[in-house]
């Protein structure tokens, strides 16, 4: 339950007569309705206030919930003396006395804003009928309709015309009205009308039908419901920080498996499966091979990693290397025939897989960026703004025409012994993610990017193949279950 419908169902309660328990002694609905009429009459006989139009007899089709027997069924209009401000004047006229007044800006529910108190002329009869008094419930005509706030101050202010002023006419508790205006509002039973802006008339208003319990009926429930309202509070501070606790939880703990898996603290280490520095001596033969061959172009000497580098600790039978010790690319080239363009844009960063529409574009219209020879397996690692993932293994069987990467990308092609999906993973972890957008690697403010050196020179932790594969076999076994918890 959030903190919002725990609030409305103390309301409700409350207004159903279900918070307090109900007290003979303490009178009845029907009693103080009379009293109230009888204030009323009273008013209009003495010329303070205009005689209304009777309101029309409540039908058990417009009650909206039971309510107990000692309490009554009324009209807002019936219990307040409803009047709205004066319409701000554009005029510039100077009649009568500049005075503060406030505006639906200034009311919010349950309380009043000052910063931008405005000010205009009325005259006495104007001020008469557009103040605010202590104890007065003002409810918004325009905007939030409905949104209200009691006047709790012993200075006088003057309202504009988009304000509902209710004053009683005789003892009740306000607040257990503006109460009910709070949850009315928020379950959808003051309803605007007005095309494009919506708005609460003043028969409206006037029309609102309410229960009445006896005067000390009401003062117990507003005081159980203020005992209640700071438990709630404190439940929402909770709540919101639960909420972002679980909002962040899937994220999280999809790091935790990546960062605990390049640390070699997912899966066992098994002696027969051999060792990091065993696999790196594989790949130096193998990268020598294929340079006498042609088939790799020489490369610069990858700096030596240095203690200082290091961050954490791994198992013993792993190497520290940089990534171009297990990974190499294609090298360029301009297209001369039909292909297919892989643009930042063809990958799907949630996914971290290829559209499904490919982008076949004729030689001749090769944009200049396409360049980047790639094959199957490999992976293509978007160097702009690396933390948005924009990344993949690459599929040969989903295109119809030799693919070509933009330079946008780095292509990461892997030795004999390197698990591209390892290496993927690796990519996605926070420990690289640290290192792709170190403003040290990574330079720019608004398109950071960082450039196939640098991103070579990443530290990689070896495991042997066999370990590769079984790590990779473990966090596909987790993840699932991360993403179904992203999806409730």
């Known amino acids: 339950m959030t903190p919002e419908q725990l609030r409305s169902s103390i309301l409700q309660y409350a207004i159903q007569g279900r918070l307090v328990e109900q007290r003979a002694e303490e009178g009845t609905g029907e009693e103080l309705y009379n009293k109230i009429q009888s204030e009323k009459q009273r008013l209009i006989k003495e010329g303070k206030i205009k005689k209304e139009k009777i309101l029309p007899e409540i039908s058990e089709d417009e009650v909206p919930f039971d309510i107990p027997e000692s309490w009554k069924w009324c009209y807002i209009g019936d219990i307040f003396l409803h009047n709205t401000g004066k319409a701000q004047n554009s005029s510039g006229h100077t009649n009568g006395v500049k005075r503060k007044f406030i505006t639906t800006s200034n009311l919010y529910w349950g309380r009043f804003e000052f910063t931008k108190v405005k000010e205009m002329y009325f005259t006495d009869k104007e001020a008469e009928r557009c103040s605010v008094k202590k104890g007065d419930l003002l409810v918004c005509e325009g905007g939030d309709y409905g949104r209200s706030a009691v006047w709790t101050y012993d200075e006088e202010v003057c309202i504009q015309n988009h304000v509902h002023r209710l004053r009683p006419y005789c ?127 020489k490369e610069k000497i990858l700096p030596e990693i240095s203690e200082d580098e290091v961050p954490f600790d791994i198992p013993e039978s792993w190497k520290w290397v940089r990534l171009g010790d297990a990974v190499y690319n294609h090298g360029q080239k301009k297209p001369n025939k039909k292909f297919s363009y892989i643009d930042i844009g063809s990958i799907d960063n949630k996914s971290q897989k290829i559209n499904e529409v490919e982008n076949i574009v004729e030689a001749e219209n090769a944009p200049s960026r396409a360049r980047k020879i790639v094959k199957d397996g490999d992976i293509i690692y978007a160097t702009v703004r690396p933390y948005l993932h924009n990344m993949c293994i690459v599929d040969s069987s989903k295109f119809t025409c030799e693919p070509i990467a933009s330079t946008g990308f780095a292509v990461m092609s892997c030795y004999d012994g390197i698990y591209n999906k390892f290496i993927f993973y690796y990519l996605l972890s926070p420990f690289f993610d640290s290192f792709a957008n170190d403003t040290n690697n990574s330079k720019g403010v608004a398109y950071p990017s960082i450039n196939d050196d640098k991103l070579f020179r990443g530290l990689l932790m070896l495991p042997p193949l066999a370990e590769q594969k079984r790590i990779v076999s473990k966090i596909e076994e987790l993840l699932p279950y991360v993403d179904r918890l992203t999806r409730k």
Request: glycine share 8%; no cysteine; aromatic share 12%.
């Open 171 to 297: 003892e009740i508790d306000v607040y257990f009205f503006y109460y009910i205006f709070y949850f009315y509002k928020n379950n959808g039973r003051i309803i605007g009308k007005g095309v494009g802006i919506k708005g609460l008339s003043s028969e409206a208003i006037h029309k609102i039908i309410v229960p009445l319990p006896p005067l000390a009926e009401q003062k117990r429930i507003v005081n159980k419901i203020e005992e209640l309202i700071p438990y709630v509070d404190r439940y929402a501070l909770s709540y919101e920080k639960l909420e972002k606790l679980n909002a962040g939880f899937p994220d999280d703990m999809k790091k935790s498996i990546l960062q605990y898996a390049i640390q070699g603290k997912l899966v066992e280490q098994r002696a027969d499966e051999g060792t990091g520095e065993e696999l790196y001596k594989k790949i130096q033969d193998e990268k020598q091979r294929l340079i006498k061959e042609g088939k790799l172009k």
